[in-house]
């Protein structure tokens, strides 16, 4: 066995080296979204009469349980662990899964690991390396929740902190089997994100059903078992002992299946294409590898849309019933526009999101040329230029795309003008666009450092979600270009002013980043 494990060490150290950008600000993201909420939560719900009657609306309403669960108290912690349990696993799974993802199935697609395979490292050496980097980021998350929460209670914080950490690190074992089975990075992010997505569904549809997250539905849900653990809210220890045995059993099976197979290989091997090609150009091939995540996308952002437009109504009841909150709504355009609040949340919201997809989808481009797939392709009678503006045509063209099923779906599920909601949010593009283009250019001038793109987007995300309920000073917020943009629908006028310097910005950026990637050899 110490054969096989031979150079964990090294390669442990190696992706904690590679991941020092994406992990620390993903673990930072993650913990301040969950400690930041009880603030949050008290300047709203300032009275324990006040958060016993969200508790009782909550628990009334249910679509509002199908989307953050049962309330379990009405302690600010018990609050905390409602709104932000289930999203902070959903994170600590997101991050997992890349981590594993990357430092396994994408060293054997890209070659790196037969090369490492050379040296003195043990068979199974790189899937331990890869599920203990994503140990050390999900005990980071535990130690931050459990750190910043403690002010609410120690056994809820530390309750809360382990089973968010302990979905995290079963999404790892799921992603590690999911790296034995397909043949490729991308499939496999694919199928780990469609459990993460069944997960959630099921947890969703077991809670619309029941108040007090009995469903069995939601127990076949791992994200299930994190709001049944029940933080701050008499503790269900054992609950924890569910998410163990789930990390053990996975984690058992990513390691039964990579002494089964050889280097390079999978249980589910890719289908050979067509003996001739029929894809003449460089944007085809861009369109061709990019369509499948394009209507992943575009399917969530439809449903999310549908989802949200349909809570609208109940969410502003359930915030009217809130005084403070109802004065601010009142200030902001008057009960009419309470709904138009929500929605124009919901837009940002989304918008903030489909900055993810436009990042993901421009460092394709980073992915192509790593994996030295690109270096073929322009090898012959095509231009850097024309390859990279596929690939932007698709992220650029497709974050539109995914937006306007957003609006398509909030108009449908609210019943009101679809053409409003579109517009609200085909508003939030100039920011989306902004944050693609900065991976562009980061793409184009420092190849190397692309990755800094999701670092930007992460930013820029924490700001949208976590700012204001903090307070930070409006020079901060500015710095994410969401904060300049529109609250749409509402009562306020459309200001095209930012809209239009945000997307000449974005144009600016992206054809800095194409002179640059001009300029420069190809990275090996």
């Known amino acids: 066995m110490n054969r096989q494990l031979a150079g964990t060490g090294a390669l442990l150290r190696l992706a904690l080296r590679r991941d020092r950008v994406m992990m620390p600000v993903w673990v930072l993201v993650t913990g301040l979204l969950v400690v930041s909420m009880p603030g949050s939560l008290e300047k709203v719900y300032g009275t324990a009469a006040e958060r016993a009657e969200l508790a009782s609306s909550m628990n009334a309403n249910g679509s509002m349980r199908a989307l953050y669960g049962p309330v379990f108290g009405d302690s600010l912690g018990a609050l905390t662990s409602w709104r932000m349990g289930v999203y902070g696993a959903v994170l600590a ?28 490292v043990g068979r199974r050496a790189p899937l331990t390396a890869a599920l203990l980097a994503a140990l050390v980021a999900n005990a980071c998350v535990v130690l931050l929740v459990a750190g910043g929460l403690a002010g609410q209670g120690g056994p809820g ?35 780990t994100s469609a459990v993460l997505g069944a997960a959630f569904v099921l947890k969703a549809a077991g809670d619309a059903g029941t108040p007090d997250g009995a469903s069995a539905l939601t127990w076949i849900s791992p994200l299930g078992w994190v709001e049944n653990a029940r933080a701050f809210a008499a503790e269900r220890w054992w609950v924890l002992l ?22 390079g290989m999978s249980f589910l091997p890719a289908r050979p294409g067509p003996a001739e090609g029929r894809l003449g150009t ?24 549908l989802v949200f437009g349909g809570m609208a109504d109940g969410a502003a009841d359930v915030v009217g019933g809130n005084e403070k909150t109802r004065q601010i709504i009142e200030r902001m355009g008057g009960q009419s526009g309470l709904t138009d609040a929500f929605l124009a949340a919901m837009a940002g919201l989304l918008g903030m999101i489909a900055a993810l997809y436009v990042v993901s989808s421009v460092l394709r481009l980073n992915g192509e040329e790593s994996a030295q797939r690109a270096e073929p392709l322009l090898s012959n009678a095509v231009g850097r230029l024309r390859w990279a503006g596929g690939h932007l045509a698709v992220a ?35 920011a ?22 999701w670092a930007v987007a992460g930013v820029a995300l924490a700001l949208g979600w976590i700012g204001p309920a903090l307070d930070l000073p409006q020079s901060v917020m500015n710095v994410s270009p969401f904060t300049h943009l529109p609250k749409l629908p509402g009562p ?13 910005l974005a144009g600016a950026l992206v054809a800095a980043g194409l002179g640059a990637l001009r300029r420069r050899d190809l990275t090996a």
């Not at 790196?112 to 050379?118: C, D, G, K, V």
């Not at 650029?396 to 579109?422: E, K, N, P, Q, Y």
């Not at 989306?432 to 800094?452: D, E, M, R, S």
């Not at 006028?493 to 930012?498: C, G, N, Q, R």
Request: aromatic fraction near 6%.
């Open 282 to 305: 460089a944007g085809a091939l861009a369109w061709r590898l990019q369509r499948g995540s394009l209507i992943g996308w575009g399917a969530a952002f439809l449903v999310a849309g």
């Open 432 to 453: 989306v666009w902004l944050l693609g283009a900065l991976a562009a250019l980061l793409h184009g001038a420092l190849p190397k450092y692309a990755v800094a793109g």
């Open 492 to 504: 306020e006028s459309l200001d095209w002013a930012p809209l239009l310097t945000l997307t000449v």
């Open 242 to 263: 569910l998410l163990v045995a789930g990390v053990a059993l996975t984690t058992g099976a990513a390691y039964l299946l990579s002494g089964h197979r050889d280097l």
């Open 396 to 430: 650029f063209g497709g974050s539109a795309v995914i937006l306007l099923l957003a609006g398509l779906g909030l108009g449908l599920g609210h019943g009101r003008d679809i053409g409003t909601a579109v517009g609200a949010c085909l508003a939030q593009l100039p």
């Open 157 to 191: 914080a530390l309750a809360l902190g382990l089973a968010i950490g302990g979905a995290g690190l079963l999404f790892a074992g799921i992603a590690a089997i999911a790296a034995q089975l397909t043949e490729s990075a991308r499939a496999a992010k694919g199928l």
């Open 93 to 120: 799974a997101v991050m997992s899964l890349i981590v594993v993802i990357r430092h396994t199935r994408e060293e054997e697609e890209t070659g790196r690991q037969e090369m490492l395979s050379a040296a003195m």
